[in-house]
């Protein structure tokens, strides 16, 4: 978020007080991982390469601000320490991820598991989660583990979900958002809880911020789709076409598949194959096209702005403040991002 | 632990009274486990296949039942739930060693990456460590999560220490033991501390049970690797030979390696590779043979003795109890087994 531009002039000192305690949670971040022992080391230091966009941090900071008792209230101990915990997970489900994808490059660097071996990776992984949990306990507060447990939980019940159902071209929509509620939306929404929770909200204010972040992580997820199957390469920052490549349905797959006719559907189903296959001739470009014949990627764009409206409906619990205001910002900058 | 015979008639009941209590740490095992999806449901079924020894839940009751107050007390909710934590944890290592040894028997029965895949048995592995975190923090402890925070942690550096040194002919005995104090003793020393722990046992009652877990957990795995050079599979219930062929240096190949002469040395490094490279007409047998040559099965059969009396010692703090004798008991049997 750092990298946030055109955010109107009475955001910036919210903005500028956020990239302060964000370098504060980068430090508590690094400070975890340090270990006596040079083989581990190392392998964390090769972590910080793949610090990214800090989301989940971001969200749990802001919910912080956002639900203190009054405004001359800062952000406390905790709430660094919660944020640095959320990426940790999140680290932890992308080295593991890119095990599973074979993955060779992310955010521009080689992965763990190309420059070490899938061994050390899945390791790395381990520890990365074993640390987060051993941070999150450092607050003494058995709430902050038991979201965390159970975000964690959640997000492998998707990932088994994802797995389970992968080249089926019959899921549907519902079966579509069971795996993104669980895989993206469970830690996006428990970060949002917890940045609640550091602040003492009340309980339905909590459960208001977790339902926010569930539905932006939905709209987030559909971008992330979106941009697989129309973004470009340079501006992404990652390979695309790698959903059709790993067999992944997709939103505008999976609607289209529901919606085309007969023909179409058997059309499409033999251009997954062969994008899955990486034959030569096709690319992501080609099913970009047979959606847009059942206006599918429209269909998921319509969706991720619904979801946006739907996650800033669920702040209204939350009295008017900067905070409040640059969290609707970034909520509608998911769908308009282009990276 | 169920299995053990030639009890002292005056440990019996203590035994029988453990038997239930393990049966109600499956239970909470089995609860924490329930899915609302069946995919993720059918691969924790397969997980009750693994149960074995139950050493770290005995531990752990055991531990809890010899620091009560008073004799009359029993053992209360947070004794079964954390010794179903720390074999959930166990699990979990099982589950993510598999994948990494590709191997394909695991207590007699395919392994989850055999039947599965890498990809399924990776997620399991990491929905495991989630639960057994999230059971944790159902107890409200945050000391306990702690500890099993820490334990994980550790068990993740001794592999990647291990994965660092994998044929690295010249590691000493204390690389050796860095490794193991990490990879084995760290979750057995953190059972025994947990029913410390929850039994409301003092401090430095508690350091003393985790210092007996380290040491029992040293000797256990020598005896795991003596029992690797020199067991019948038939009796053992897992391959044999399987150090060498997955390029794990154990305590007597480490001491012989020190201690042979040059030619010795180099004829034992050359059986070594002909072992990892699973040449015919080789064997452990081969292996054990040439150890014995400098002593070194003897030596580490010492160690593993050794180790057992430097754990009893550390009973010395527990005032004399049926439950302390067991454990004095089970401590001798680790380096009894055949299995």
Redesign the interface.
């Known amino acids: 978020m750092h990298a946030l531009l055109e955010l109107p002039e009475n955001l910036l000192s919210v903005q500028s007080f956020l990239a302060d305690k964000i370098v504060e949670v980068e430090s508590r971040f690094d400070e975890q991982l340090v270990?006596a022992?040079p083989?581990?080391s190392a392998?964390c230091a090769h972590i910080e390469r793949y610090r990214g966009k800090m989301l989940r941090p971001t969200l749990v900071l802001l919910c912080g601000l956002a639900t203190r008792a009054d405004a001359s209230q800062t952000l406390d101990a905790d709430h660094i320490t919660l944020a640095a915990v959320t990426e940790m997970v999140h680290m932890?489900t992308l080295v593991?991820d890119d095990?599973?994808d074979e993955a060779e490059v992310r955010r521009r660097g080689l992965t763990v598991n190309k420059l070490r071996g899938?061994?050390?990776a899945?390791?790395?992984?381990?520890?990365l989660?074993?640390?987060s949990?051993?941070?999150?306990?450092?607050?003494?507060?058995?709430e902050a583990?038991?979201v965390?447990?159970?975000a964690?939980?959640d997000?492998?019940?998707g990932?088994?979900?994802q797995?389970?159902h992968r080249e089926n071209f019959s899921i549907d929509e519902t079966t579509y958002e069971a795996i993104v509620r669980r895989k993206t939306g469970a830690l996006i929404g428990a970060s949002c809880r917890l940045g609640g929770l550091a602040s003492g909200a009340a309980a339905e204010v909590c459960d208001a911020l977790d339902a926010f972040g569930l539905h932006l992580g939905a709209a987030f997820q559909i971008q992330d789709d979106l941009l697989d199957l129309t973004g470009r390469e340079r501006v992404v920052g990652k390979s695309v076409g790698q959903d059709a490549k790993t067999g992944k349905l997709t939103l505008p797959v999976i609607h289209h598949l529901v919606n085309a006719d007969n023909a179409q559907r058997l059309e499409t189903v033999r251009l997954l194959d062969l994008l899955a296959e990486q034959a030569d001739g096709v690319d992501a470009r080609d099913l970009a096209g047979a959606l847009d014949t059942t206006g599918s990627i429209e269909h998921a764009r319509r969706e991720a702005v619904d979801r946006v409206e739907q996650a800033k409906s669920c702040l209204a619990c939350l009295g008017k403040s900067d905070a409040k205001s640059l969290l609707e910002f970034l909520t509608k900058a998911v769908v308009d991002r282009a990276f």
């Not at 899945?122 to 520890?127: A, Q, R």
């Not at 949990?133 to 058995?142: A, D, F, I």
């Open positions: 270990s022992l083989p581990v392998l932890a593991h095990v599973l899938n061994e050390a899945v390791i790395l992984g381990d520890f989660i074993a640390s949990y051993h941070l999150c306990s450092q607050t003494r507060r058995p583990a038991l965390i447990g159970r964690s939980m997000m492998c019940e990932e088994l979900l797995l389970h």
